[in-house]
Protein backbone atom coordinates (compact mmCIF):
# COMPACT_ATOMS: atom_id res chain seq x y z
CA UNK A 1 0.00 0.00 0.00
CA UNK A 2 0.96 3.73 -0.46
CA UNK A 3 3.07 5.31 2.65
CA UNK A 4 1.48 2.50 4.29
CA UNK A 5 4.70 0.54 5.12
CA UNK A 6 5.88 -0.14 8.75
CA UNK A 7 9.22 -0.47 9.99
CA UNK A 8 9.59 -3.82 12.44
CA UNK A 9 12.93 -1.75 14.44
CA UNK A 10 10.37 0.05 16.14
CA UNK A 11 7.92 -2.89 17.23
CA UNK A 12 8.91 -3.11 20.73
CA UNK A 13 7.55 1.07 21.15
CA UNK A 14 3.84 0.65 22.43
CA UNK A 15 2.71 3.65 20.32
CA UNK A 16 4.49 1.73 17.29
CA UNK A 17 2.73 -1.34 17.75
CA UNK A 18 -0.87 0.27 18.09
CA UNK A 19 0.16 2.58 14.80
CA UNK A 20 1.31 -0.50 13.07
CA UNK A 21 -2.26 -2.67 13.98
CA UNK A 22 -4.38 1.15 12.62
CA UNK A 23 -2.70 0.29 9.42
CA UNK A 24 -2.69 -3.03 9.31
CA UNK A 25 -6.71 -3.05 10.14
CA UNK A 26 -7.14 0.00 7.05
CA UNK A 27 -5.02 -2.41 4.70
CA UNK A 28 -7.52 -4.99 5.23
CA UNK A 29 -10.46 -2.56 5.25
CA UNK A 30 -9.65 -0.83 2.14
CA UNK A 31 -8.45 -4.40 0.20
CA UNK A 32 -12.17 -5.82 1.16
CA UNK A 33 -13.54 -2.24 0.33
CA UNK A 34 -12.02 -2.18 -3.28
CA UNK A 35 -13.69 -5.58 -3.89
CA UNK A 36 -16.93 -6.17 -2.67
CA UNK A 37 -20.19 -6.39 -4.32
CA UNK A 38 -19.00 -8.03 -7.11
CA UNK A 39 -17.30 -5.60 -8.93
CA UNK A 40 -14.29 -6.60 -9.59
CA UNK A 41 -12.96 -5.51 -12.65
CA UNK A 42 -9.71 -5.94 -14.31
CA UNK A 43 -9.81 -2.52 -16.34
CA UNK A 44 -10.39 -1.02 -12.46
CA UNK A 45 -7.48 -2.91 -10.79
CA UNK A 46 -5.31 -1.74 -13.68
CA UNK A 47 -6.30 1.93 -12.85
CA UNK A 48 -5.71 1.06 -9.04
CA UNK A 49 -2.14 -0.39 -9.48
CA UNK A 50 -1.54 2.81 -11.88
CA UNK A 51 -2.88 5.59 -9.78
CA UNK A 52 -0.43 4.12 -7.00
CA UNK A 53 2.43 4.11 -9.56
CA UNK A 54 1.75 7.46 -10.03
CA UNK A 55 1.74 9.01 -7.08
CA UNK A 56 4.77 7.53 -5.99
CA UNK A 57 6.20 8.58 -9.28
CA UNK A 58 4.96 12.22 -8.51
CA UNK A 59 6.03 11.93 -5.44
CA UNK A 60 9.44 11.13 -6.33
CA UNK A 61 9.98 13.41 -9.15
CA UNK A 62 9.18 16.29 -6.26
CA UNK A 63 11.75 15.25 -3.59
CA UNK A 64 13.98 15.44 -6.84
CA UNK A 65 13.34 19.19 -7.50
CA UNK A 66 13.27 19.79 -3.80
CA UNK A 67 16.94 18.47 -4.05
CA UNK A 68 17.81 20.38 -6.83
CA UNK A 69 16.71 23.31 -5.14
CA UNK A 70 18.85 22.74 -2.19
CA UNK A 71 21.91 21.81 -4.33
CA UNK A 72 21.56 25.16 -6.19
CA UNK A 73 21.05 27.13 -3.20
CA UNK A 74 24.22 25.48 -1.62
CA UNK A 75 26.03 25.67 -4.77
CA UNK A 76 24.89 29.64 -4.75
CA UNK A 77 26.21 30.56 -1.31
CA UNK A 78 29.78 28.56 -2.17
CA UNK A 79 30.42 30.81 -5.32
CA UNK A 80 29.30 34.04 -3.02
CA UNK A 81 31.67 32.43 -0.57
CA UNK A 82 34.42 32.32 -3.19
CA UNK A 83 33.76 35.69 -4.68
CA UNK A 84 34.26 37.20 -1.06
CA UNK A 85 37.81 34.91 -0.62
CA UNK A 86 39.07 36.23 -4.22
CA UNK A 87 38.53 39.69 -3.23
CA UNK A 88 40.17 39.34 0.86
CA UNK A 89 42.57 37.68 -1.34
CA UNK A 90 43.58 40.82 -3.73
CA UNK A 91 43.56 43.05 -0.25
CA UNK A 92 46.20 40.71 0.60
CA UNK A 93 48.20 40.66 -1.91
CA UNK A 94 47.90 44.65 -1.87
CA UNK A 95 48.81 44.33 1.74
CA UNK A 96 51.77 42.14 1.19
CA UNK A 97 52.89 44.36 -1.59
CA UNK A 98 52.72 47.46 0.40
CA UNK A 99 54.95 45.87 3.52
CA UNK A 100 57.31 44.68 0.90
CA UNK A 101 57.98 47.39 -0.90
CA UNK A 102 58.40 49.31 2.37
CA UNK A 103 60.84 46.40 3.61
CA UNK A 104 62.74 46.99 0.46
CA UNK A 105 63.05 51.04 1.29
CA UNK A 106 63.80 50.18 4.95
CA UNK A 107 66.89 47.54 3.60
CA UNK A 108 68.65 50.14 1.34
CA UNK A 109 70.00 50.80 4.99
CA UNK A 110 72.62 48.34 5.52
CA UNK A 111 71.23 47.01 9.11
CA UNK A 112 75.22 46.05 10.40
CA UNK A 113 76.10 49.48 9.13
CA UNK A 114 72.89 51.05 11.38
CA UNK A 115 74.31 49.03 14.37
CA UNK A 116 78.19 50.25 14.13
CA UNK A 117 77.26 53.52 13.73
CA UNK A 118 77.93 56.26 16.38
CA UNK A 119 74.03 57.17 16.78
CA UNK A 120 72.04 57.23 19.71
CA UNK A 121 71.86 53.42 21.00
CA UNK A 122 68.50 53.67 21.71
CA UNK A 123 67.26 54.91 18.66
CA UNK A 124 69.37 51.97 17.21
CA UNK A 125 67.17 49.80 19.42
CA UNK A 126 63.97 51.73 18.17
CA UNK A 127 65.04 50.35 14.70
CA UNK A 128 65.60 47.00 15.26
CA UNK A 129 62.39 46.75 17.32
CA UNK A 130 61.02 48.56 14.05
CA UNK A 131 62.57 45.74 11.87
CA UNK A 132 61.12 43.14 14.00
CA UNK A 133 57.68 44.08 13.75
CA UNK A 134 57.87 44.93 9.97
CA UNK A 135 59.21 40.99 9.67
CA UNK A 136 56.41 39.72 11.68
CA UNK A 137 53.61 41.85 9.74
CA UNK A 138 55.18 40.56 6.77
CA UNK A 139 54.96 36.72 7.83
CA UNK A 140 51.58 37.15 8.96
CA UNK A 141 50.40 39.20 5.59
CA UNK A 142 52.34 35.61 3.97
CA UNK A 143 50.39 33.77 6.21
CA UNK A 144 46.98 34.65 5.49
CA UNK A 145 47.69 34.77 1.95
CA UNK A 146 48.05 31.26 1.79
CA UNK A 147 45.05 30.92 4.35
CA UNK A 148 42.97 32.36 2.02
CA UNK A 149 44.34 30.39 -1.26
CA UNK A 150 43.86 26.84 0.89
CA UNK A 151 40.16 27.81 1.95
CA UNK A 152 39.77 29.37 -2.01
CA UNK A 153 40.92 25.49 -3.03
CA UNK A 154 38.45 23.61 -0.86
CA UNK A 155 35.35 26.18 -1.64
CA UNK A 156 36.42 25.27 -5.21
CA UNK A 157 36.28 21.40 -4.68
CA UNK A 158 32.93 22.11 -3.08
CA UNK A 159 31.66 24.00 -5.94
CA UNK A 160 32.62 21.09 -8.27
CA UNK A 161 31.04 18.61 -5.89
CA UNK A 162 27.93 20.64 -6.10
CA UNK A 163 27.84 21.13 -9.41
CA UNK A 164 28.08 17.33 -10.65
CA UNK A 165 25.44 16.58 -7.89
CA UNK A 166 23.06 18.96 -9.83
CA UNK A 167 24.19 17.23 -13.36
CA UNK A 168 23.21 13.90 -11.45
CA UNK A 169 19.95 15.17 -10.11
CA UNK A 170 19.01 16.96 -13.73
CA UNK A 171 19.69 13.78 -15.42
CA UNK A 172 17.53 11.50 -12.91
CA UNK A 173 14.56 14.18 -13.41
CA UNK A 174 14.80 13.62 -16.63
CA UNK A 175 14.49 9.77 -16.78
CA UNK A 176 11.55 10.35 -13.79
CA UNK A 177 9.85 12.69 -15.84
CA UNK A 178 9.92 10.13 -19.08
CA UNK A 179 8.53 7.38 -17.10
CA UNK A 180 6.19 9.63 -15.49
CA UNK A 181 4.52 10.73 -18.98
CA UNK A 182 4.87 6.61 -19.88
CA UNK A 183 2.30 6.20 -17.14
CA UNK A 184 0.34 9.08 -17.38
CA UNK A 185 -0.68 7.89 -21.32
CA UNK A 186 -1.46 4.44 -19.39
CA UNK A 187 -3.41 5.91 -17.41
CA UNK A 188 -5.26 8.09 -19.90
CA UNK A 189 -6.05 4.76 -21.67
CA UNK A 190 -7.34 3.21 -18.57
CA UNK A 191 -9.70 6.03 -17.74
CA UNK A 192 -11.01 5.76 -21.54
CA UNK A 193 -11.88 2.33 -21.38
CA UNK A 194 -13.69 2.54 -17.69
CA UNK A 195 -15.92 5.34 -19.41
CA UNK A 196 -16.92 3.18 -22.23
CA UNK A 197 -17.79 0.00 -20.48
CA UNK A 198 -20.51 2.54 -18.48
CA UNK A 199 -23.14 1.66 -20.68
CA UNK A 200 -26.01 3.60 -19.34
CA UNK A 201 -27.38 6.07 -16.50
CA UNK A 202 -28.62 3.21 -14.70
CA UNK A 203 -24.75 1.48 -14.07
CA UNK A 204 -23.25 5.24 -13.43
CA UNK A 205 -26.12 5.69 -10.30
CA UNK A 206 -25.35 2.53 -9.08
CA UNK A 207 -21.39 2.59 -9.17
CA UNK A 208 -21.74 5.93 -7.44
CA UNK A 209 -24.12 4.49 -4.98
CA UNK A 210 -21.72 1.89 -4.41
CA UNK A 211 -18.47 4.96 -3.84
CA UNK A 212 -20.98 6.57 -1.46
CA UNK A 213 -21.28 3.60 0.22
CA UNK A 214 -17.38 2.58 0.42
CA UNK A 215 -16.81 6.28 1.97
CA UNK A 216 -19.10 5.53 4.58
CA UNK A 217 -17.90 2.13 5.67
CA UNK A 218 -14.20 3.39 5.70
CA UNK A 219 -15.12 6.74 7.84
CA UNK A 220 -16.69 3.78 10.11
CA UNK A 221 -14.03 1.22 10.57
CA UNK A 222 -11.34 4.57 10.97
CA UNK A 223 -13.40 5.69 13.52
CA UNK A 224 -13.31 2.18 14.94
CA UNK A 225 -9.64 1.91 14.61
CA UNK A 226 -8.84 5.22 15.89
CA UNK A 227 -10.98 4.88 19.29
CA UNK A 228 -8.63 1.34 19.46
CA UNK A 229 -5.52 3.46 18.67
CA UNK A 230 -4.83 6.57 21.20
CA UNK A 231 -1.40 6.35 19.62
CA UNK A 232 -2.45 7.82 16.57
CA UNK A 233 -4.70 10.89 18.05
CA UNK A 234 -4.91 13.95 17.13
CA UNK A 235 -2.13 16.39 18.75
CA UNK A 236 -2.82 17.96 21.53
CA UNK A 237 -3.83 21.71 21.29
CA UNK A 238 -6.77 22.04 18.79
CA UNK A 239 -7.29 25.01 15.94
CA UNK A 240 -10.22 27.09 16.01
CA UNK A 241 -13.49 25.42 14.83
CA UNK A 242 -14.46 27.94 12.23
CA UNK A 243 -12.90 30.64 9.61
CA UNK A 244 -10.71 27.92 7.91
CA UNK A 245 -9.33 28.16 4.32
CA UNK A 246 -10.21 25.93 2.13
CA UNK A 247 -7.78 22.69 1.39
CA UNK A 248 -7.28 24.17 -2.48
CA UNK A 249 -7.24 27.23 -4.51
CA UNK A 250 -9.60 26.63 -7.08
CA UNK A 251 -13.46 27.33 -8.52
CA UNK A 252 -16.12 25.86 -6.68
CA UNK A 253 -17.93 23.36 -9.14
CA UNK A 254 -20.18 21.14 -6.71
CA UNK A 255 -21.36 22.47 -3.23
CA UNK A 256 -22.65 20.47 -0.34
CA UNK A 257 -25.86 19.03 -1.14
CA UNK A 258 -26.19 20.37 -4.68
CA UNK A 259 -27.37 17.53 -7.10
CA UNK A 260 -25.19 15.19 -9.15
CA UNK A 261 -27.90 15.37 -12.09
CA UNK A 262 -27.24 11.65 -11.92
CA UNK A 263 -30.34 9.34 -10.08
CA UNK A 264 -31.12 11.38 -6.74
CA UNK A 265 -27.64 11.64 -5.59
CA UNK A 266 -26.56 14.60 -4.34
CA UNK A 267 -23.21 15.89 -3.29
CA UNK A 268 -21.78 15.43 0.36
CA UNK A 269 -18.57 17.65 -0.13
CA UNK A 270 -17.41 20.29 -2.49
CA UNK A 271 -15.48 20.03 -5.49
CA UNK A 272 -12.75 22.59 -6.07
CA UNK A 273 -11.39 22.51 -10.04
CA UNK A 274 -7.89 23.22 -9.75
CA UNK A 275 -4.70 22.32 -12.16
CA UNK A 276 -3.03 19.25 -11.55
CA UNK A 277 -0.14 19.20 -9.27
CA UNK A 278 -1.56 22.43 -7.49
CA UNK A 279 -0.62 22.05 -3.62
CA UNK A 280 -3.21 20.63 -1.00
CA UNK A 281 -3.21 21.42 2.36
CA UNK A 282 -4.65 20.63 5.75
CA UNK A 283 -7.19 23.04 6.59
CA UNK A 284 -6.88 22.35 10.26
CA UNK A 285 -4.24 20.66 12.92
CA UNK A 286 -4.57 16.61 13.38
CA UNK A 287 -2.94 13.41 12.11
CA UNK A 288 -3.36 11.53 9.50
CA UNK A 289 -5.81 8.67 9.66
CA UNK A 290 -5.77 7.26 6.10
CA UNK A 291 -3.52 7.82 2.65
CA UNK A 292 -4.13 5.08 0.11
CA UNK A 293 -6.30 4.75 -3.10
CA UNK A 294 -10.33 4.22 -2.75
CA UNK A 295 -12.36 3.11 -5.87
CA UNK A 296 -13.95 6.32 -6.95
CA UNK A 297 -11.97 8.78 -4.64
CA UNK A 298 -8.36 7.83 -6.45
CA UNK A 299 -5.79 9.12 -3.64
CA UNK A 300 -7.15 10.22 -0.71
CA UNK A 301 -6.06 11.16 2.43
CA UNK A 302 -8.21 11.44 5.53
CA UNK A 303 -7.10 13.96 8.47
CA UNK A 304 -8.31 13.41 12.19
CA UNK A 305 -9.06 16.27 13.47
CA UNK A 306 -10.68 15.18 17.40
CA UNK A 307 -13.70 15.06 18.58
CA UNK A 308 -15.20 12.60 15.83
CA UNK A 309 -14.28 15.39 13.28
CA UNK A 310 -12.30 14.47 10.08
CA UNK A 311 -11.61 16.07 6.77
CA UNK A 312 -11.13 14.25 3.48
CA UNK A 313 -9.67 15.11 0.35
CA UNK A 314 -10.05 12.82 -2.45
CA UNK A 315 -8.57 12.12 -6.33
CA UNK A 316 -5.26 13.63 -5.74
CA UNK A 317 -2.00 13.09 -7.59
CA UNK A 318 -0.02 12.11 -5.41
CA UNK A 319 -0.19 11.95 -1.21
CA UNK A 320 2.77 13.26 0.93
CA UNK A 321 1.82 12.20 4.11
CA UNK A 322 1.22 8.39 5.72
CA UNK A 323 -0.71 6.87 8.39
CA UNK A 324 0.20 8.57 11.83
CA UNK A 325 1.51 11.89 10.35
CA UNK A 326 0.91 14.93 12.23
CA UNK A 327 0.19 17.91 10.25
CA UNK A 328 -0.34 21.48 11.12
CA UNK A 329 -3.19 23.70 9.54
CA UNK A 330 -1.85 25.02 6.55
CA UNK A 331 1.00 21.97 5.98
CA UNK A 332 0.65 20.81 2.73
CA UNK A 333 -0.35 17.43 2.72
CA UNK A 334 -1.31 16.41 -1.00
CA UNK A 335 -1.18 17.51 -4.77
CA UNK A 336 -4.77 18.38 -6.82
CA UNK A 337 -5.55 15.95 -9.65
CA UNK A 338 -7.60 13.43 -11.21
CA UNK A 339 -7.18 9.88 -10.06
CA UNK A 340 -10.61 8.49 -9.61
CA UNK A 341 -11.72 9.29 -12.69
CA UNK A 342 -13.03 12.88 -11.56
CA UNK A 343 -15.26 14.95 -14.24
CA UNK A 344 -12.49 16.83 -14.11
CA UNK A 345 -8.74 18.02 -12.45
CA UNK A 346 -9.48 18.89 -8.93
CA UNK A 347 -9.83 18.17 -5.50
CA UNK A 348 -13.29 16.43 -3.83
CA UNK A 349 -13.03 17.63 0.04
CA UNK A 350 -15.73 16.51 2.63
CA UNK A 351 -15.90 17.43 6.44
CA UNK A 352 -17.11 14.61 8.29
CA UNK A 353 -18.33 14.83 12.10
CA UNK A 354 -18.96 11.90 14.08
CA UNK A 355 -18.61 10.00 10.37
CA UNK A 356 -22.18 12.19 9.08
CA UNK A 357 -21.10 14.04 6.15
CA UNK A 358 -21.81 17.67 6.83
CA UNK A 359 -21.42 21.18 4.65
CA UNK A 360 -17.53 21.72 5.00
CA UNK A 361 -18.50 25.41 4.39
CA UNK A 362 -19.51 25.09 8.07
CA UNK A 363 -16.01 25.27 9.19
CA UNK A 364 -14.13 27.03 5.67
CA UNK A 365 -14.64 30.17 4.10
CA UNK A 366 -14.46 30.78 0.43
Not at 34 to 44: D, F
Not at 174 to 203: G, I, V, Y
Request: aromatic letters at 6%; one cysteine or more.
Amino acid sequence: MLLLVCSTASAANPDEEKLHALRTRIDAVQAELNETRGERNEARTQLRDTERRLGRQFKSLRDTEAQQKSAGTRLTALQSARSRRRAELGTRRHDLEQALRAAYLLGQRDTLKLLLSQDDPARVSRAFAYYGYLTQARAARIEGLESTLRRIDILEQQISERVAELATLHAHQFEQKKTLNTTRAEHRTLLTLLNKQLRDRSQEVERLKHDEDRMARLVREIRAALDASPAVSPPAGGAPTQGWRLPVQGRVVARFGDPKQVGDLRWRGLFLAAPEGQAVKAVSRGRVAYADWLRGFGLLLVLDHGDGLMSLYGHNQSLYKGIGDPVEAGETVAASGNTGGPPQPGLYFEMRAHGEPRNPLDWCKL
